[in-house]
């Protein structure tokens, strides 16, 4: 009934309406005309398949700039008359905004659309046709408040965006970023998306045409940073701008892109502790300007090498870093009057901190090795002294070495006389097995690390390089794992072998004598534990190495065959094996230095060394002490007697 009721008011208005514009001829139609129907909620109609409502708030009609500026019909030029049978056409924003419509069609959203991927358009951004607001109106989406939330409608959805092969991050950094907060605080002056990215001509960064373009970028800042970008024009690196050199860097270089910081905000890359390093150090601190242009390199490095770089690294904030010197935006080469480096203005430059300094201080360089000239007196004396006292280190504590090494040997050979009668330890077969296990090892340690941490000194010291330290590592890792192979058949086939193997099987007692001697050496009990032939220490140190062997030669086999271990397992195999092969080195080089090098070095029973290694032999006494229930050793240690 209510549908039945609903056709017959709308039969009725319409008629009433028809007799109306037929009473007073072919009037031009009001809003209030369309409105008879159209603010009516539940209208709707079909198009292709899809129900689409034809409700227009009356409201929201009257507040938006279209309603207070036009008639329903300035826009729908097609509708002539109340009852139109025949859909009005689609209505275009280009009809009245054509260079809008024409800019848009050049950008990268107009382009998505072309290309049949869902992208921005007008009503996406402005609001629907019948609801758009002026730009100035503050609930406009457009408005300069809320242009970053109605960018980030789509930029950030990170879902969104990376299903079209993008990221959100942009979005969020700009968030956190000095100009994202101040605009959210309400300040109508801070950059908005649109500020740098355009409004309707929207291009992507490689186009020489978009105001992000590397070389716009400066134009594009000064919109609001006027001074600034006068001052960087003129600067060695705004120059290098102009005659096209895109290796110089821009204001988003330095400063960031989406993510800038206030340079008072410690995670700044701009902050004075971090400026060195974050920024200057990107360039200058590489070969590339150095083979391109001829700038120096390492200026970074040499600074931090100054009084001031190792103030600066101490935690000095006071120290000068690359900008106290240079400048900030008008960095200036220093055959430049105008630099600041220039050296008649290097007193009041070094005079900012230095007060009262004369140009008889500022002779001295700050990039020492870099800036060492023939002429230069100063950076040959401290180049000569450098020499001289290498020189000088070398020799006195090379004599220093000797003159202890041969004084040291005398003493532990006398020592060890004096300890007779001795019987064997190890056999002769026993001690090759150990020494070339101790060999390979200290290679693979070495060689090892110098890979891993290729910049550090400890590389620099074995002065060679890549090629040559990868090799030699996997020839150590092969002569590790044949002595580990080779020692699995001696204790299979030997009667020594085997009998070693039977004496190092772990049992119940170890671990009671391992409580025991805590208990015995922190003043908890008064009688030592007694050990056989080999201590719960000694067998577990004996089985972390067979574990520790194995398990970084089938995991440095793995990374040497990586592309087969990949195409035959998968590639994240690789990585889990190269994480257990570096830090299974950490673990066993540690348990060397700690563990075992105490047993035969720091161990005040041996000092200054249990020579067993050596010549395989050990004090008779000694062995007593330490292994009393060893009896079949003993025995035949009182035959050797």
Same mark, same amino acid.
């Given at each position: 009934?209510?549908?039945?009721?609903?056709?017959?008011?709308?039969?009725?208005?319409?008629?009433?309406?028809?007799?109306?514009?037929m009473?007073h001829?072919?009037?031009?139609?009001?809003?209030?005309?369309?409105?008879?129907?159209h603010?009516?909620?539940?209208? #709707?109609?079909d198009?292709?398949?899809?129900?689409?409502?034809?409700?227009?708030?009356?409201?929201?009609?009257k507040?938006?700039?279209?309603g207070?500026?036009?008639?329903?019909?300035?826009?729908?030029?097609?509708?002539?008359?109340?009852?139109?049978d025949?859909?009005p056409k689609?209505?275009?924003?280009?009809?009245?905004?054509?260079?809008?419509?024409?800019?848009?069609?050049?950008?990268?959203?107009?382009?998505?659309?072309?290309e049949?991927?869902?992208?921005?358009?007008?009503?996406d951004?402005?609001?629907?046709?019948?609801?758009?607001?002026?730009?100035?109106d503050?609930?406009?989406?457009?408005?300069?408040?809320?242009?970053?939330?109605?960018?980030?409608?789509?930029?950030?959805?990170k879902?969104?965006?990376?299903?079209?092969?993008?990221?959100?991050q942009?979005?969020?950094?700009?968030?956190?970023?000095?100009h994202?907060?101040?605009?959210?605080?309400?300040?109508?002056?801070?950059?908005?998306?649109?500020?740098?990215?355009?409004?309707?001509?929207?291009?992507?960064?490689?186009?020489?045409?978009?105001p992000?373009?590397?070389f716009?970028?400066?134009?594009?800042?000064?919109?609001?940073?006027s001074d600034?970008?006068?001052?960087?024009?003129?600067?060695?690196?705004?120059?290098?701008?102009?005659?096209?050199?895109?290796?110089?860097?821009?204001?988003?270089?330095?400063?960031?892109?989406?993510?800038?910081?206030?340079?008072?905000?410690?995670?700044s890359?701009?902050?004075e502790?971090?400026?060195s390093?974050?920024?200057?150090?990107?360039c200058?601190?590489?070969?590339?300007?150095?083979?391109?242009?001829?700038?120096?390199?390492?200026?970074?490095?040499?600074?931090?090498?100054?009084y001031?770089g190792?103030?600066?690294?101490?935690?000095?904030?006071?120290?000068?870093?690359?900008?106290?010197?240079?400048?900030?935006?008008?960095?200036?080469?220093?055959?430049?009057?105008?630099?600041?480096?220039?050296?008649?203005?290097?007193d009041a #430059?070094?005079g900012?901190?230095?007060?009262?300094?004369?140009?008889?201080? #500022?002779?001295t360089?700050?990039?020492?090795?870099?800036?060492?000239?023939?002429?230069?007196?100063?950076?040959?004396?401290?180049?000569?002294?450098?020499?001289?006292?290498?020189?000088?280190?070398?020799?006195?504590?090379?004599?220093?070495?000797?003159?202890?090494?041969?004084?040291?040997?005398?003493?532990?050979?006398?020592?060890?006389?004096?300890?007779?009668?001795?019987?064997?330890?190890?056999t002769?077969?026993?001690?090759?097995?150990?020494?070339?296990?101790?060999?390979?090892?200290?290679?693979?340690?070495?060689?090892? &690390?110098?890979?891993? &941490?290729p910049? #550090?000194?400890?590389?620099?010291?074995?002065?060679?390089?890549?090629?040559?330290?990868?090799?030699?590592?996997?020839?150590?890792?092969?002569?590790?794992?044949?002595?580990?192979?080779?020692?699995? &058949?001696?204790?299979?086939?030997?009667?020594?072998?085997?009998?070693?193997?039977?004496?190092?099987?772990?049992k119940?007692?170890?671990?009671?004598?391992?409580?025991y001697?805590?208990?015995?050496?922190?003043?908890?009990?008064?009688?030592?534990?007694?050990?056989?032939?080999?201590?719960?220490?000694?067998?577990?140190?004996y089985?972390?190495?067979?574990?520790?062997?194995?398990?970084?030669?089938?995991?440095?086999?793995?990374?040497?065959?990586?592309?087969?271990v990949?195409?035959?397992?998968?590639?994240?195999?690789?990585?889990?094996?190269?994480?257990?092969?570096?830090?299974?080195?950490?673990l066993?080089?540690?348990?060397?230095?700690?563990?075992?090098?105490?047993?035969?070095?720091l161990?005040?029973?041996?000092?200054p060394m249990?020579w067993?290694?050596?010549?395989?032999?050990?004090?008779?006494?000694?062995?007593?002490?330490?292994?009393?229930?060893?009896?079949?050793?003993?025995?035949?240690?009182?035959?050797?007697?």
């Amino acid at each position: 009934m209510k549908d039945i009721a609903r056709v017959f008011t709308y039969t009725v208005a319409l008629s009433l309406l028809i007799w109306a514009q037929m009473a007073h001829g072919a009037q031009k139609l009001k809003d209030a005309d369309c409105l008879a129907c159209h603010s009516d909620s539940t209208l #709707t109609t079909d198009v292709n398949g899809k129900t689409l409502s034809l409700y227009v708030d009356e409201g929201k009609l009257k507040h938006s700039i279209h309603g207070r500026l036009f008639a329903c019909v300035d826009c729908h030029t097609d509708v002539k008359s109340l009852a139109h049978d025949t859909p009005p056409k689609k209505i275009t924003c280009g009809q009245c905004h054509a260079d809008a419509q024409a800019a848009y069609a050049r950008s990268a959203h107009a382009i998505a659309r072309r290309e049949g991927a869902a992208a921005a358009g007008c009503q996406d951004c402005h609001g629907g046709a019948h609801e758009v607001m002026a730009g100035g109106d503050s609930k406009s989406p457009v408005n300069h408040e809320n242009i970053p939330y109605t960018c980030g409608r789509c930029h950030g959805q990170k879902f969104l965006m990376e299903s079209r092969g993008q990221s959100a991050q942009p979005f969020i950094s700009y968030q956190e970023s000095v100009h994202g907060r101040a605009t959210e605080k309400g300040s109508q002056k801070a950059a908005v998306c649109t500020d740098c990215h355009g409004a309707h001509e929207i291009l992507p960064a490689n186009d020489s045409k978009s105001p992000i373009y590397k070389f716009n970028v400066p134009a594009t800042c000064g919109k609001c940073h006027s001074d600034v970008e006068n001052t960087f024009m003129q600067s060695i690196h705004g120059q290098a701008i102009e005659r096209g050199n895109a290796q110089a860097p821009v204001c988003t270089d330095c400063h960031g892109i989406h993510s800038i910081k206030g340079h008072a905000d410690p995670n700044s890359p701009d902050a004075e502790r971090n400026l060195s390093k974050d920024v200057c150090a990107r360039c200058h601190e590489g070969v590339r300007l150095s083979q391109e242009f001829g700038v120096p390199g390492n200026r970074v490095s040499s600074y931090f090498d100054s009084y001031h770089g190792l103030a600066a690294e101490g935690g000095s904030m006071v120290a000068a870093n690359c900008s106290s010197c240079h400048g900030v935006h008008n960095i200036l080469p220093s055959s430049d009057p105008r630099s600041t480096i220039n050296k008649a203005n290097l007193d009041a #430059t070094c005079g900012q901190c230095h007060k009262g300094v004369t140009q008889k201080f #500022t002779q001295t360089k700050v990039h020492q090795e870099d800036g060492m000239q023939p002429h230069d007196i100063g950076s040959l004396a401290v180049k000569w002294v450098r020499v001289i006292y290498i020189v000088l280190i070398l020799v006195v504590i090379g004599v220093m070495f000797l003159h202890n090494f041969i004084i040291w040997r005398s003493k532990a050979v006398a020592r060890r006389r004096m300890q007779n009668p001795f019987m064997v330890r190890m056999t002769e077969n026993q001690r090759w097995q150990h020494l070339i296990l101790l060999t390979s090892f200290i290679v693979l340690v070495i060689t090892g &690390f110098a890979l891993k &941490f290729p910049d #550090t000194w400890f590389a620099h010291v074995l002065g060679m390089g890549e090629h040559w330290r990868g090799i030699i590592h996997r020839v150590a890792g092969v002569v590790l794992i044949g002595a580990g192979i080779y020692h699995v &058949f001696y204790l299979a086939t030997v009667q020594e072998g085997r009998r070693l193997i039977r004496d190092l099987a772990p049992k119940p007692k170890d671990a009671f004598d391992a409580v025991y001697t805590m208990m015995y050496y922190l003043g908890l009990r008064s009688e030592k534990p007694k050990f056989a032939r080999f201590n719960y220490a000694e067998k577990a140190e004996y089985w972390a190495l067979v574990w520790g062997t194995a398990l970084m030669g089938l995991t440095g086999v793995m990374i040497w065959a990586k592309v087969w271990v990949g195409d035959t397992l998968a590639r994240w195999w690789v990585d889990i094996a190269t994480a257990i092969h570096f830090y299974e080195a950490i673990l066993a080089t540690l348990a060397i230095v700690v563990w075992h090098f105490y047993q035969v070095f720091l161990d005040p029973d041996v000092y200054p060394m249990n020579w067993a290694w050596w010549d395989g032999k050990m004090p008779v006494e000694h062995y007593r002490h330490e292994h009393g229930l060893d009896t079949e050793t003993l025995e035949e240690g009182k035959k050797e007697e």
